[in-house]
């Protein structure tokens, strides 16, 4: 499995991004997907997951702004991230799990800022 990432740039506050995952394995659609961020000096934290029925998991602090969304017969994920703040600037990078072992993308950097 390998997971690429794309969509992350430089953003002003209260703007928009959509992140990519192309996913290359062939367990795609029974995987649980998710989106990870991790920003310097913080923990890591699960921004939102997807299961392979289509149920969303969301982090408190995204509630609301990001929704995560999959298309099973292209193996992506998508990110679409609304109401930017500086607080979402991090490293987001793609998860996937297919039951037996989890797999992470390299990440791609969302900077928010003026």
């Known amino acids: 499995v390998q997971l690429v990432e794309s969509g992350g740039g430089l953003v002003q506050p209260g703007g928009s991004l959509r992140l990519s995952c192309a996913d290359s394995g062939s367990a795609f659609s029974l995987s649980v997907m998710g989106w990870s961020r991790q920003a310097p000096g913080k923990q890591r934290e699960l921004v939102a997951r997807?299961?392979?029925?289509?149920?969303?998991n969301y982090a408190e602090s995204v509630k609301g702004r990001f929704t995560i969304s999959r298309d099973n017969a292209k193996n992506t994920v998508y990110l679409q991230m609304n109401s930017l703040n500086p607080e979402d600037t991090a490293n987001y990078h793609c998860?996937?799990?297919?039951?037996?072992?989890?797999?992470w993308g390299q990440g791609t950097q969302v900077t928010v800022s003026s």
């Open positions: 998860t996937a799990n297919d039951g037996v072992l989890n797999y």
């Open positions: 997807i299961t392979n029925k289509g149920t969303t």
